[in-house]
């Protein structure tokens, strides 16, 4: 199996920011017992480990200095249902978004707001990923995955899985200490039609279509292919930051000198302000600097125009945390996992 195991491994075309660097390790499992083998073998004891999804929130900044373990475990099987849920077990190597299109052909409900999103199953939990006002925890009942150290196979509920937004205790007390090996989704047989967000309601009547989960994942396929850029032909990893939190009496006070800063109520007295917004309104919406950028279409997003270095991303990342903060006194944090 160590053959297996290949040495000065590039990783240009396993990330979606398409940065060019290598591993000196890398290993593809395909199933938990290969999973565990590596695991035990002796060439990795000491090495440090980098668990590999697709590549989709990621930024890597140099040659990485021991094993990156790709992820390819398959698999989508129904385990039980009742009158009103399935539930559904999926490897966590499985595509995220063939995943939601495989639930929209069973007319199961609850992730159709998530199409499209880059990224394996596996990762999904991680960051509690969320789109069009619905995050993956509210689908999510367990989730297993491989202790790195005992190697003993665990399980977490939802519950226990500390889910918040774009964080989870895979995120946090977790973090490079377990690997995902599969998720059990709860799928409800009814449509949950979730068109809180306008951009849904307004794609469906355009489209002249009932909400349903299958209109919802096109309308949702459709306003993502508009606005967001393909990593196939321009490098990058989605929202790069995280919408800040802040109370909401420092949101009152922004909005006399601000009037169009863009809120949601997060808690009683919590507000998440679009980080984008306040990109943008620094000016750096479609700011280029060499081959790096922020994308003309969405601020949110930081952009490979080809050949650029992860650290020039990093560093433009750091200017405009920097301008965000001089500007409104509000601190962006990366939403992405840099390596
Ligand atoms: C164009 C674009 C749009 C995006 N839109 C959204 C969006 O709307 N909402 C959203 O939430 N995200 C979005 N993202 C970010 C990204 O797609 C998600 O975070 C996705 O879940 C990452 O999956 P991945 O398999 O690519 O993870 P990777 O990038 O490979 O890994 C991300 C992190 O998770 C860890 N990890 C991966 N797999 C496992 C595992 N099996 N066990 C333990 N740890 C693991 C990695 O070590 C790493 O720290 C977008 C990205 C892009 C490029």
Not at 154 to 169: A, E, G, M, P, V
Not at 300 to 321: C, D, P
Request: with cysteine; hydrophobic share 40%; glycine share 8%.
């Amino acid at each position: 199996m160590t053959k297996l195991i290949s040495t000065n491994h590039p990783l240009n075309l396993l990330n979606t920011f398409g940065i060019s660097a290598t591993t000196k390790l890398f290993y593809e499992f395909k199933d938990i017992q290969s999973l565990k083998e590596i695991l035990a073998n002796n060439i990795i004891k000491n090495e440090q480990i980098f668990i590999l999804g697709g590549g989709s929130n990621i930024l890597i900044t140099k040659n990485f200095d021991g094993i990156v373990l790709k992820n390819s475990i398959e698999g989508i099987k129904i385990i039980s249902e009742d009158r009103d849920n399935v539930s559904v077990e999926v490897g966590s190597g499985v595509n995220w978004h063939e995943f939601v299109l495989w639930s929209v052909s069973k007319n199961l409900s609850g992730i159709e707001n998530l199409a499209l999103i880059p990224g394996l199953v596996g990762a999904s939990p991680m960051q509690n990923i969320g789109a069009y006002g619905v995050e993956v925890k509210d689908t999510i009942s367990k989730v297993y995955f491989i202790d790195i150290k005992s190697r003993l196979e665990k399980n977490l509920t939802d519950k226990q899985c500390n889910f918040s937004y774009r964080n989870s205790i895979f995120k946090s007390k977790l973090k490079d200490k377990v690997i995902i090996t599969k998720v059990i989704f709860k799928l409800s047989k009814h449509n949950l039609n979730n068109i809180s967000y306008g951009a849904i309601s307004s794609e469906l009547e355009s489209l002249k279509k009932d909400a349903s989960c299958q209109t919802i994942c096109e309308a949702v396929i459709n306003i993502r292919s508009r606005k967001l850029p393909d990593p196939k032909y321009l490098g990058n990893s989605g929202s790069f930051f995280k919408n800040p939190v802040i109370s909401t009496k420092k949101f009152e006070e922004l909005k006399i000198k601000f009037p169009n800063i863009i809120g949601y109520q997060h808690s009683e007295k919590h507000t998440k302000i679009a980080a984008g917004w306040l990109i943008e309104k620094a000016g750096w919406k479609g700011f280029k600097e060499g081959n790096v950028g922020v994308y003309k279409k969405q601020a949110l997003v930081l952009v490979n125009y080809g050949g650029a270095k992860g650290e020039h991303i990093l560093k433009l990342s750091r200017k405009i945390q920097k301008s965000i903060l001089s500007k409104f006194k509000i601190k962006i944090l990366p939403e992405v996992n840099i390596i």
